[in-house]
């Protein structure tokens, strides 16, 4: 017996010792030290693999001698010889091939569609797509960008924010970086607090949203920004009509440490001072990223970003608003088959309004502190999974009023801060089950904590807002009681369980079916009674009378590549649900109000569309052609059956539904000297009330309204166009620059931003108003690198 468990043992430790295998792990990157997404990794022509958006990668083989390739398009490929006789770390940094351009380099890495990933409702562009869009002045503008996307929106020129698949504005999670942000727009949006130069890639997640994020129901904005250059310093900037800018890359420790720099600055007000015009308005904003690449295993990235705007009209007006954020991440390589990384973000978004007329000053700001860690787990090619841990910290100052001088008549006003917590956890699964079939699948817990503000007010029958049924109007109800609850307290908890699920099935490698769930839950409402957003809105977190937004979503698509990539073709259909919408009553005070529950009503909304997507992706004429139809609604209840809530209870179309949106996008590469750009929109005008009728109440017209949103203003369409010229004679070859020109709106058209009716003085009749803000605009800038 003994001899036979000795045989049993030594036959255990023979087939260990030739059958063990090692991890061959590591990270492949370009020049500028940027992951590379999708390079191919093989291993002597049998065994391989592709690098995962943090360009790691790992590969599991028995000992022996190998040859290993790492192939991208547009890169020189590499080979090398290795012994595998113990796991290793193998890094690469891919170089671009002479012929090459890097806009090829980088649209194949971002732009390019993979049918076989299960990943859909997805748009990527990189910085040199979104530079070749025309602008308004000529800045080239990260929304309006997104703006030339199916199924993306907003409320018109000089509209803040923009919105997907029929949800508002604050259902879209915006980060840079990692950190979040509360506002994306400067001067109330006809311009976006992202400087495009300092801008790598961004994708916009629609639908099949990973596990990894939550928080909003509607998007994901997700923007990295580049790291600056390792080996030596560069630059770029431009001088505009209005604006300039001026970016700067600056190696620290050559190969391992940079620092990039970024500003940017509007000069137009100095110009209204030579007409002695006494209006301002301007904004500027700096960023700044710092990278140290520690080790082959540990890199860390430390960005930074400040932006203020300021508008002042006759000096008896002024409003200053801003965002602030700073955001700390470190990317580990743990082992040869795990990689991480941690994230320290802290975002604010302050207002402040100086009304030295009426005699007084009203200011409000929302932060957040977010802490987060993500970790990529490598299996095998055919599974991977990801799972994490983030907990933020929500403080918001709903509004201060501040008399302006002892005499102004005005009484000072400090409504209760407000704080909450959200923690989540989740995991996201990756599953290859065949050469057609892919998985993606995960869960993720959201947990809502809602900490108490001072004072909280009670009401009878837990109902803070009332129907007078003889005014036919909704009141604020008085609260009957009043308690004293500590900041450090939670007064109402809220879980929410958010299962993510996607399929893909490729007929071949250029054709495949995709569907997708999402649930997703929302914690944080943005209350406005404007169709755009603007500073005076209200951010207010779930609690007592605010349930938190619960969305479900359905996405089914075709997916298709044509001639090696050349042309792509994308179609998908979506439906989605949100409950817990909430909505202003006719009427509502919304500024200043610390009784905020007591204006609003819980709803309902619902979207539905079908999107279509058509590129040209390589020659001389690339762009594409989006086209969305769609439907969004809302229906908002009353509390009872004699409670007629609002629009009767019935559905009603949201502010930003928009029924067909066309857009139409092409760059031409006429030779070395000269680039066109041109793109044109056409969309159904916007949702919006036109009084049926009027009366007479002392010797004025009160005009009359039915129901919400029934009408519709004019449609919008516009065309916009620019070329760039290039010099070919540069006499400094470290200096090379070249000339914008511009047309925004070239055959200036008057889109309507609003209609308003009024009475005409002269003739006494009724009469509608068209209000456009932009008509024709032309612009030239001109543009340097070093």
């Known amino acids: 017996m003994k001899n036979f468990l000795t045989f049993i043992v030594s036959l255990c430790i023979f087939s260990f010792t030739f059958s063990q295998t090692y991890e061959i792990s590591g990270k492949i990157t370009d020049t500028n030290n940027q992951p590379i997404y999708g390079a191919n990794i093989i291993l002597s022509d049998s065994l391989g ?46 170089v671009p091939k002479a012929e090459s351009l890097n806009e090829i380099v980088i649209t194949e890495n971002i732009e390019a569609l993979d049918t076989r990933d299960t990943q859909m409702s997805v748009n990527s562009l990189d910085a040199e797509s979104i530079k070749n869009i025309p602008a308004a002045f000529g800045e080239v503008d990260v929304i309006r960008s997104l703006l030339q996307l199916p199924g993306v929106s907003n409320a018109g020129e000089g509209a803040a924010g923009f919105n997907v698949r029929g949800g508002n504005t604050d259902q879209n999670l915006i980060l840079v970086d990692d950190a979040i942000l509360f506002s994306s727009s400067h001067l109330f949006g006809f311009f976006s607090i992202f400087n495009p130069d300092a801008v790598d890639n961004l994708k916009l997640y629609k639908g099949g949203i990973p596990a990894n994020f939550g928080g909003r129901v509607s998007s994901v904005l997700d923007i990295n920004q580049k790291k600056a250059n390792l080996d030596s310093i560069s630059g770029n900037g431009g001088i505009g009509v209005i604006s300039s800018k001026l970016l700067l890359e600056l190696p620290i420790k050559k190969k391992k440490s940079s620092l990039l720099l970024a500003g940017r600055a509007t000069y137009a007000h100095l110009f209204l001072k030579l007409t002695d015009n006494q209006n301002t308005a301007y904004f500027y904003d700096f960023n700044a990223k710092y990278f140290n690449q520690i080790n082959q295993k540990n890199s860390i990235a430390f960005s930074v970003y400040h932006g203020n705007d300021l508008v002042s009209i006759n000096e008896s007006f002024t409003n200053t608003y801003g965002n602030t954020f700073g955001n700390f991440k470190w990317n580990s390589l743990l082992s040869e088959n795990l990689s991480g990384d941690f994230n320290l973000s802290y975002s604010r978004y302050n207002y402040n309004l100086d009304l030295s007329l009426v005699g007084f000053e ?76 892919n998985l993606e699948y995960g869960l993720r817990l959201n947990a809502f904590w809602r900490m108490g503000q001072g004072e909280i007010f009670s009401y009878e029958n837990n109902q803070p807002i009332r129907y007078n049924n003889v005014t036919g109007i909704y009141e604020e109800a008085e609260p009957i ?37 999402n649930r997703l839950a929302q914690n944080m409402h943005l209350l406005s009674n404007t169709s ?91 762009g ?20 007629p809530g609002i629009n009767n209870g019935d559905w009603y179309l949201a502010n930003f539904d928009r029924l067909h949106d066309l857009s139409l996008t092409a760059n031409y590469d006429f030779n070395k000297k000269w680039d066109f750009n041109a793109n044109f929109t056409l969309q159904t005008g ?14 004025l017209n009160i005009p009359v309204y039915e129901g919400r949103n029934t009408n519709r203003l004019p449609a919008f369409h516009r065309l916009d166009i620019s070329a760039t010229l290039t010099p070919q004679n540069q006499n400094h070859k470290s200096w090379t620059s070249k000339w914008n020109f511009g047309i925004f709106n070239l055959y200036n058209r008057k889109n309507a931003a609003s209609l308003n009716f009024e009475q005409n003085r002269t003739s006494g009749q009724n009469e509608a108003v068209r209000l456009s803000i932009f008509g024709i605009i032309p612009s030239v800038s001109y543009i340097f690198e070093f």
Request: no cysteine.
């Open 49 to 94: 693999t592709v690098s995962d958006e943090n360009g790691n990668y790992s590969i599991k083989v028995e000992k022996g001698n190998y040859t290993i390739k790492v192939s991208y398009l547009g890169f020189k490929t590499i080979k090398k010889s290795i012994s595998v006789k113990a796991s290793r770390v193998y890094n690469f940094t891919l």
């Open 624 to 643: 594409w052609i989006a086209y969305t139809i769609s439907r969004s609604e809302q229906r908002t209840p009353g509390f009872s059956a004699n409670d």
């Open 686 to 699: 916007r949702p919006v009330n036109f009084p049926v009728g009027q009366f007479e109440y002392q010797g």
């Open 532 to 622: 755009s957003p603007t500073p005076f809105d209200v951010w207010t977190p779930s609690g007592e009378f605010v349930k938190p937004q619960l969305l479900n979503q359905y996405s089914i698509g075709f997916f298709k590549n044509y001639r090696n990539k050349t042309y792509s073709f994308e179609t998908e259909v979506f439906y989605k649900t949100v409950d817990n919408r909430i909505d202003y009553v006719n009427g509502a005070n919304l500024i200043a109000n610390d009784q905020i529950e007591s204006v609003i009503l819980n709803g309902e909304s619902r979207a539905n569309g079908l999107e279509l997507l058509a590129r040209k992706n390589k020659g001389k004429l690339t």
């Open 362 to 437: 009203f200011d409000n700001w929302v932060s957040n502190l977010n802490l987060n860690a993500n970790f990529n787990h490598f299996i095998s090619d055919q599974f991977s999974f990801k799972y994490g841990l983030s907990s933020i910290k929500y403080t918001i100052e709903p509004g201060n009023i501040i008399p302006s001088s002892d005499n102004s008549g005005i009484n000072p006003d400090n409504l209760a801060n407000k704080h909450a917590f959200e923690h989540a956890a989740y995991f996201s699964v990756k599953q290859k089950l065949s050469d057609a079939i």
């Open 481 to 517: 009681d009043t308690r004293q609850s500590s900041a450090s307290k939670i007064e109402k908890e809220f879980y929410n369980l958010e299962p993510r699920f996607a399929i893909s099935y490729s007929f071949n490698d250029h054709t495949s079916l995709k569907a997708s769930y």
